[in-house]
């Protein structure tokens, strides 16, 4: 399906956030592993978490999906897979769900879409035969097998600087291995926020663990049980970003509900990225007020953001002077390159924009026109896009635009309440 985006002078109303999707996928994982039921309230319902219902579904998890909450009924032992899990084009499915499925009795095959070859997992897999998982590659790279019967534990070492969700991962499972589970971590951990989030939600579910002040070691004692717990999901950072970023573009005043600035989402960055470049927010008990003015370039280290830069690339279009994101390597390995991704569809728009080794240059105010957009099957992409589409003159065509279905299925409605000229939904 396709989107027109028209020119759009003015924004204006409150729009509530979606749910975090980062945080539906821990809820729902620690759930499954709980022993019991336990409730979680505003869930992201998208084809990424779909992915995870249906993968602990796999290994033993009743669910109940009701209008507002669903009811995991959990297991303390999994079952053997009947079939090959599906993850889609979820990373966070596949990273998280393989350490887990090593403590089912049998193996589990995982299959996994078509940008499995841009998504890093082999540090997971040899992470995990330290601490005694079999696994391997299968199928042309399209699909991984994991030999179950426990984790031993012990001691392994993984990179920090590929992808957050390999800790995030053994975390979930070490606490049941045979032997307590020490983590070191060998690069400097990039996306911090996603680690202190699995914590978090560790924690509630009644696990124990421990982490230095680097997040460059971790222990986790053995054999432990979750405890079922009710979660209520906060809203998305993430993708409320781009809202946030539509009122900046189009000197409008945007206000999203549903944001709690009090919590591990690294992505509440977004507030203090837009305030640097000159606009005016307001953060509240739970919203966040946005009112655009004249930007200005600014520098921005996306080591722990990495999921905004398509966005923060689109605001340094509209802003005075160079912006530098840098520190964005990871984002080659992403649901497409999102540095020549991005970098791509803003020039058909003017942009000025350099892709540099770990991240992009970008000479802002050059004026942006209308254009056709490949999203290149990712919903950050075509969701950046749209709000560049906001502030080019003419009318911009954005291709594909289901991808969004992955994170923000409403991010073209929620668009269209707030003003915005779009067509085709």
């Not at 998208?46 to 009743?62: I, N, R």
């Not at 179950?148 to 991962?169: C, H, P």
């Amino acid at each position: 399906m396709d989107v027109t985006v028209e020119n759009t002078d003015h924004l204006d109303g409150v729009v509530s956030a979606p749910p975090s999707k980062a945080y539906t996928h821990r809820m729902l994982i620690a759930a499954s592993l709980s022993n019991g039921a336990s409730k979680i309230f505003n869930p992201l319902i998208s084809d990424d978490t779909q992915a995870t219902l249906e993968a602990v579904k796999s290994l033993g998890a009743e669910t109940e999906l009701h209008e507002n909450y669903w009811t995991i009924h959990g297991q303390e032992t999994l079952k053997t897979p009947d079939h090959p899990i599906d993850c889609r084009e979820s990373g966070s499915t596949l990273r998280f769900m393989i350490p887990v499925a090593a403590l089912a009795p049998g193996h589990s095959t995982f299959l996994f879409g078509a940008s499995f070859e841009r998504r890093p997992v082999a540090p997971l897999l040899e992470s995990l035969k330290e601490l005694g998982v079999e696994s391997t590659i299968q199928r042309n790279n399209s699909s991984v097998m994991v030999r179950g019967g426990g984790i031993r534990g012990g001691k392994t070492s993984i990179r920090g600087d590929i992808s957050s969700q390999f800790i995030s991962g053994l975390l979930f499972a070490c606490p049941k291995a045979n032997e307590d589970t020490e983590i070191a971590v060998t690069t400097k951990l990039e996306s911090k926020g996603y680690v202190e989030m699995t914590f978090e939600v560790l924690v509630e579910h009644g696990l124990e663990g421990a982490v230095n002040p680097e997040l460059s070691c971790l222990w986790i004692p053995s054999n432990q049980s979750y405890r079922p717990c009710d979660h209520t999901v906060p809203g998305d950072f993430s993708s409320a970003a781009f809202l946030l970023a539509a009122a900046a573009v189009t000197s409008s005043r945007v206000t999203v509900k549903n944001l709690e600035y009090q919590t591990a989402q690294g992505d509440r960055a977004i507030v203090s990225i837009l305030e640097e470049m000159g606009a005016a927010v307001k953060i509240r008990d739970n919203s966040v007020d946005v009112e655009g003015g004249q930007l200005v370039g600014v520098d921005i280290d996306a080591k722990d953001i990495p999921d905004l830069v398509p966005v923060c690339a689109v605001l340094a279009c509209y802003a005075e002077g160079r912006s530098e994101i840098y520190n964005a390597k990871r984002l080659r390995y992403k649901e497409s390159d999102r540095l020549d991704s991005i970098s791509t569809e803003l020039k058909k728009m003017g942009a000025d924009i350099v892709v540099n080794e770990d991240g992009l240059t970008i000479n802002g105010s050059s004026g942006l026109h209308g254009a056709t957009i490949d999203p290149h099957n990712d919903h950050r992409i075509a969701m950046a896009c749209a709000v560049a589409a906001l502030g080019a003159v003419g009318e911009t065509k954005i291709q594909n635009v289901e991808c969004i279905n992955k994170s923000y299925p409403q991010f073209f409605s929620d668009l269209r309440v707030l003003g915005a000229n779009v067509v085709g939904i």
